[in-house]
């Protein structure tokens, strides 16, 4: 193998922006909640997500019956339904892949 070139199997992915932005996680301690600092810090990560780049088409996150407050925050914000993933744990708490494209927030925001 020569040194001076990568091997094929080393070959580096173009870098660019995903058109899908995923929030994995989003808890805000109970204190806070009634504060309502909820919708502050997902307007401030949507915005962030669709603003740093053109190329983000769309947010998705997962939401669960579990934590009725984030999602309500996240189904206020214009995220809809996707698709169920299911359901868990002994009370059959609903699980959900919720979707928000730019074109929607978009015209959100211009009303706003």
């Given at each position: 193998?020569d040194?001076?070139?990568?091997?094929s199997?080393?070959?580096?992915?173009?870098?660019?922006?995903?058109?899908?932005?995923?929030?994995?996680?989003?808890?805000?301690?109970?204190?806070?909640?009634?504060?309502?600092?909820?919708?502050?810090?997902?307007?401030?990560?949507?915005?962030?997500a669709?603003k740093?780049?053109?190329?983000v088409?769309?947010?998705?996150?997962?939401t669960s019956s579990?934590i009725l407050?984030?999602?309500?925050?996240i189904?206020?914000?214009?995220?809809?339904?996707?698709?169920?993933?299911?359901?868990?744990?002994?009370?059959?708490?609903?699980?959900?892949?919720?979707?928000?494209?730019?074109a929607?927030?978009?015209k959100q925001?211009?009303?706003?």
């Open positions: 193998m040194k001076g070139k990568p091997s199997s080393l070959k580096s992915k173009p870098k660019g922006t995903s058109s899908v932005a995923t929030i994995r996680h989003f808890y805000i301690e109970e204190p806070y909640r009634k504060a309502g600092i909820q919708k502050d810090l997902l307007a401030h990560a949507i915005q962030h669709f740093a780049d053109n190329a088409k769309e947010i998705k996150v997962t579990l407050y984030a999602q309500k925050c189904h206020d914000a214009g995220f809809v339904l996707e698709k169920p993933i299911g359901k868990f744990g002994v009370y059959g708490w609903k699980s959900d892949l919720l979707v928000l494209r730019r929607h927030w978009e925001d211009a009303v706003l």
